[in-house]
């Protein structure tokens, strides 16, 4: 792995790049280059580098592990790539090149068929091409190599991690979306992007079972053996199926090789302790562990939570992990680590593959917000400490048969990720071992009840107010696409609560009441709920013609983006896969990231955490036997939701009201600042279980304090 960075149409521009590679200079040691796009230089340090006077300067670190070829390289055109591509050495023969190692070879690729033949690769990338007025950039399809870029007015620049381009005194600085390859024009001043396509889950595999474990089986060797190192490598190791199937595969192969744990120090030993501990013994593997006191931790927190640049909980608890674990294998001389990590998304590890009604399609989604959730953070934390990160579950070959395995072969008998473990089981692992239950590394390790320890000893009521302290600026800019009722409201509130910047709303008013993807009842009260919040307001029509108005909602948030600057978006989608892929699927194409984090919540919980959390909710329209117009425009409480669970196992209804049972309006809640008060309504009684609610007069209040 190694560091790249850029900048276009800057006076500073020479300055700027040999700054940034000096913050990059983590991500590779092995020697640094720079070019302004005719002459190029390339040192052993950052700072016998010289300063081009160029507007256009690129520069690179290096961290080699495949041959020693400085960077950035010319041909046709200049080069500077982060990549390890595993079929370099076919396509260099398909193509009839002289390549000495996968840079080059990507270079002699981008030189003679531009982007057209960048599909063929089998790895990991990030890599910008720059030939005559264009600039290319590009990642691979789920993100594995991180690429960041920003536009200032008439300046363009890219690097590999957000805090360099930060550091240099940009805003609003954007990750790329992997399924885009961005175009830079730099006489234009401007760029624009092309839209890859992703895996496909459908049609599912007709082969016999047998046949699909052989299959995936042969897969799974293929994608181990093309990231076999020639040095020295270790393998980060919890005991759970993913690393003890990686570790016994490679045993088993007789590889030399080091499985590296990390864990809380306490009384009570940690389950991925006793399971590592335990199979190492079993299996006879070099097992190095790092314990660590929790009153260590603040300290590992200042340098982890700005290397990740993030302050999310999950984030930190994992990084700390794998951050110890990654400095047991550096001690050791390693230069590439192994991890399980991927697992969960082609073979369905989580609940919420469980719960699914289309399991492949749940991994769809999962591996496409993979880059903003796993790999920047494990990118950064391995290149810090001189790593290169191997994911052989993330395999290109690998994910794509995977995602077309029948759901019936990933979970069964209330055990995910079925396939795996037979697979295991027929290679001879031992049966506790393959089919030991997921135990998610923040948990496995306990260092997420660490931070909780943490947190209370400090006066900090939740763990993100903890971690905020090490990471003050908000983790990134979000739409929050509003619907005036109280999902769209309280999974607002759960990503502020995790340090996310809610800069605007984005409603959608439809023509038509019986809209698939938009609410519409007491739409209206959005503009009033919006003054309440203190945050702007974007209002977008549409007719609300099946599929037509999912146009207009790429419109709204096009306009989100120009507007407010926003990186992603926030839905309360909590089951409806039609309205959350189609929301997926419009933000993927626009570079935007996706967070549901009420996604397959139970509905009994989050109606309980809403009455708990000072939600002041009514029902704006009611449509299911056991419901009346007595339930509108009052205020629900605990009694009402005991009310709602009785009618729920007589009727099977909906608590949250997710069967169209009833919309809801918030009329106060803690992100408000005002409250919203209904001054005058209509209530229309269609039917003893239908009526609605016509909002005629509201204003806004002062809160009670």
Same mark, same amino acid.
């Given at each position: 792995m190694c560091g790249i960075i850029g900048i276009f149409n800057s006076e500073e521009a020479g300055q700027q790049v040999k700054k940034a590679l000096a913050i990059l200079n983590n991500r590779g040691r092995d020697g640094f280059g720079i070019s302004d796009g005719k002459k190029a230089f390339h040192k052993k340090k950052c700072n016998q580098l010289g300063v081009f006077k160029s507007k256009n300067v690129v520069g690179h670190s290096l961290h080699s592990v495949v041959s020693h070829v400085p960077q950035p390289i010319k041909g046709k055109g200049i080069l500077i790539t982060n990549c390890e591509i595993y079929n370099w050495e076919e396509l260099n023969k398909k193509y009839k090149f002289d390549a000495k190692n996968d840079a080059e070879l990507l270079l002699n690729l981008l030189d003679q068929f531009g982007i057209k033949k960048i599909e063929e690769l089998d790895g990991v990338f990030a890599f910008a091409y720059w030939n005559n007025d264009h600039v290319v950039l590009a990642r691979d399809i789920v993100g594995v190599k991180p690429l960041w870029f920003v536009k200032d007015k008439d300046q363009f620049a890219f690097a590999s991690e957000k805090k360099a381009l930060l550091r240099l005194g940009y805003d609003f600085v954007e990750e790329l979306n992997p399924r885009q390859i961005l175009i830079y024009d730099l006489k234009k001043k401007d760029y624009s992007t092309k839209q890859r396509e992703f895996f496909k889950y459908l049609p599912e595999h007709k082969e016999k079972y047998s046949e699909i474990k052989k299959r995936t089986e042969h897969l799974l060797d293929q994608a181990m053996l093309k990231r076999i190192p020639n040095k020295k490598f270790g393998l980060l190791f919890s005991g759970g199926i993913d690393s003890t199937f990686l570790a016994y595969w490679l045993k088993k192969k007789g590889y030399n090789f080091t499985c590296y744990t990390a864990v809380l120090e306490s009384e009570t030993k940690a389950k991925d302790l006793v399971y590592a501990e335990k199979i190492a013994k079993q299996l006879g593997l070099q097992l190095k562990i790092r314990k660590i006191k929790i009153e260590e931790i603040p300290d590992y927190l200042k340098k982890i939570t700005p290397l990740i640049e993030d302050s999310n909980v999950t984030k930190n608890s994992v990084a700390l992990t794998f951050d110890l674990a990654c400095q047991l294998a550096k001690e050791d001389g390693c230069k590439v680590i192994f991890s399980g990590l991927g697992s969960e998304e082609i073979f369905a590890g989580y609940e919420r593959h469980k719960n699914s009604t289309n399991l492949n399609q749940e991994c769809v989604s999962g591996l496409l917000r993979m880059y903003e959730r796993d790999l920047y953070r494990d990118d950064v934390i391995t290149m810090n400490n001189s790593l290169e990160l191997r994911i052989p579950f993330l395999d290109k070959n690998l994910i794509e048969y995977c995602l077309k395995i029948p759901s019936t072969y990933k979970v069964k008998e209330g055990l995910s990720k079925w396939v795996l473990r037979e697979i295991s089981l027929d290679l *001879?692992?031992?049966? $506790? !071992?393959? %089919? #030991?239950? &997921?135990?998610?590394?923040?948990? +496995?390790? &306990?260092? $997420?009840?660490?931070? +909780?320890? %943490?947190? /209370?000893? =400090?006066? !900090? /009521?939740? /763990?993100?107010?903890?971690?905020?302290? !090490?990471? @003050? &600026? @908000? =983790?990134? #800019?979000? *739409?929050? %696409?509003?619907?005036?009722g109280k999902d769209s409201t309280y999974a607002a509130q759960v990503m502020k609560r995790q340090n996310y910047e809610l800069t605007c709303l984005i409603t959608m008013v439809s023509e038509n009441e019986f809209s698939y993807m938009f609410h519409t009842p007491a739409i209206e009260m959005a503009a009033f709920q919006a003054e309440a919040m203190d945050i702007p307001l974007i209002l977008a029509k549409t007719k609300g013609e099946k599929e037509k108005e999912l146009d207009d909602l790429e419109k709204a948030l096009i306009k989100a983006k120009k507007e407010y600057h926003i990186e992603g978006v926030v839905s309360g989608a909590i089951f409806s896969t039609y309205q959350r892929d189609r929301v997926e699927k419009i933000c993927d194409k626009l570079g935007l990231k996706v967070f549901a984090p009420l996604w397959h919540k139970p509905q009994e919980q989050q109606m309980i955490e809403l009455v708990d959390n000072d939600y002041k909710i009514i029902f704006t329209s009611i449509a299911a036997y056991g419901l009346d117009k007595t339930w509108l425009n009052k205020v629900i409480t605990k009694v009402d939701l005991a009310k709602s669970e009785k009618l729920r196992d007589k009727l099977g209804s909906n608590v949250a009201g997710e069967g169209g049972e009833f919309e809801s309006l918030v009329l106060d809640c803690p992100l408000f600042k005002k409250k919203l008060v209904i001054e005058d309504f209509e209530i229309i009684e269609d039917a003893e279980n239908s009526a609605r609610m016509v909002i005629k007069k509201a204003k806004l209040a002062k809160k009670e304090k």
């Open positions: *001879g692992m031992e049966k $506790d !071992f393959a %089919l #030991r239950k &997921k135990v998610a590394a923040q948990y +496995g390790s &306990k260092l $997420d009840y660490a931070l +909780g320890k %943490l947190s /209370k000893k =400090n006066g !900090f /009521k939740t /763990k993100s107010e903890y971690l905020k302290q !090490f990471y @003050p &600026k @908000p =983790n990134i #800019r979000l *739409g929050v %696409l509003f619907s005036s």
